[in-house]
């Protein structure tokens, strides 16, 4: 559902640009919210559904509080992942833009935006799970978290796209790796509470 959810996006996209040329910071500013809105989609679920279907409490006996968001991570973590690399393949052959000057930082950046929403939205998933709105619920407590990321992320996949020289792209990566350590650590000692 959600890689056809990012695909109907893009079928969308093409259809509403009807084959207009395109300019790189719109591209990538498509890319992100197609990233965004599908991975909200994939990882809303991954606590939700424990606490739905009453495994939760049986998830508390077998494993550790870290093993069990270790393993949702990780879960995320290869759905972004995948999820990313269909989208900028779809993208790349759909739009003729997508053709970045800097393949591997735009993939760099890319992957590591997928890794960081990731570690964001299983926090925020597993924060929301024992809510009654739990839909609605994780897009507004995930925004504020993923607002660093989403601006840096942009500004460096929009300068791989156009060509940008890699040693100002370089500090955007080092920014998001940073952020996303950060994250992986609070929410380690965040989430057993």
């Given at each position: 559902a959600v890689f056809l959810f990012a695909f109907n996006a893009i079928f969308v996209s093409v259809i509403a640009l009807g084959g207009l040329r395109i300019a790189s910071e719109i591209m990538s500013a498509l890319f992100w919210l197609i990233l965004l809105f599908s991975s909200s989609l994939a990882s809303a679920k991954s606590f939700v559904n424990?606490?739905?279907?009453?495994?939760?409490?049986?998830?508390?006996?077998?494993a550790a509080p870290a093993q069990v968001f270790a393993g949702k991570l990780l879960y995320n973590i290869i759905l972004l992942v995948a999820l990313t690399l269909f989208t900028m393949l779809l993208e790349s052959v759909i739009f003729?833009?997508?053709?970045?000057?800097?393949?591997?930082?735009?993939?760099?950046?890319?992957?590591?935006?997928a890794f960081c929403i990731a570690c964001v939205m299983t926090l925020c998933a597993a924060m929301i799970s024992r809510s009654s709105a739990k839909g609605s619920l994780l897009p507004v407590i995930a925004f504020p978290l993923l607002l660093p990321v989403v601006f840096v992320g942009l500004d460096a996949t929009t300068m791989s796209i156009a060509g940008t020289p890699t040693s100002y792209i370089l500090p955007q990566l080092g920014v998001m790796l940073s952020y996303?350590?950060?994250?992986?650590?609070?929410?380690?000692?965040?989430?057993?509470?």
């Open positions: 424990e606490e739905d279907r009453g495994t939760s409490l049986y998830l508390r006996f077998v003729d833009v997508i053709r970045p000057d800097s393949p591997l930082l735009f993939f760099l950046s890319s992957l590591l935006g996303t350590t950060i994250l992986v650590l609070a929410s380690f000692v965040v989430f057993p509470f």
